[in-house]
């Protein structure tokens, strides 16, 4: 059963950088993809970014070009830099993990399933 931790949430000012982790530990497992969502007060939780193993990313209109997400697969953690935050910014940000299968001796033959870490706060102000 995967955990996932974030880590590196805090206040910025508008301009500023910032930057996340999220480690994901709990035995043996194969995720498909890794990234990052946000949620800010009364709004839904939204896509940030995402990377496959294979290094593939996605990003969300809003932040292309100011984010930058990366992973390293040995460690299990994906990171996401956050460049030039502006106060639309400011949310909750969650790691999430997608396509998660345990594995056993026998393999990775399991259900698949997503989850997510629990999130660490991110605020943009002047």
């Known amino acids: 059963q995967v955990q996932l931790v974030e880590s590196g949430g805090g206040l910025v000012q508008p301009g500023e950088s910032l930057s996340l982790s999220c480690a994901a530990s709990?035995?043996?497992?194969?995720?498909?993809?890794l990234g990052w969502d946000r949620q800010a007060p009364g709004k839904q939780r939204e896509l940030v970014a995402a990377?496959?193993?294979?290094?593939?990313?996605n990003y969300a209109d809003s932040v292309k070009g100011r984010f930058a997400i990366s992973r390293d697969n040995a460690r299990n953690t994906v990171y996401l830099q956050m460049h030039n935050l502006q106060p639309k910014d400011t949310a909750v940000y969650y790691c999430?993990?997608?396509?998660?299968?345990?594995?056993?001796?026998?393999?990775?033959?399991?259900?698949?399933?997503?989850?997510w870490g629990q999130g660490t706060q991110v605020t943009v102000s002047s």
């Open positions: 709990g035995g043996d497992f194969s995720i498909n993809a």
């Open positions: 999430h993990a997608e396509g998660v299968v345990d594995c056993s001796g026998y393999g990775c033959t399991g259900l698949e399933y997503d989850t």
């Open positions: 990377i496959t193993s294979g290094g593939r990313t």
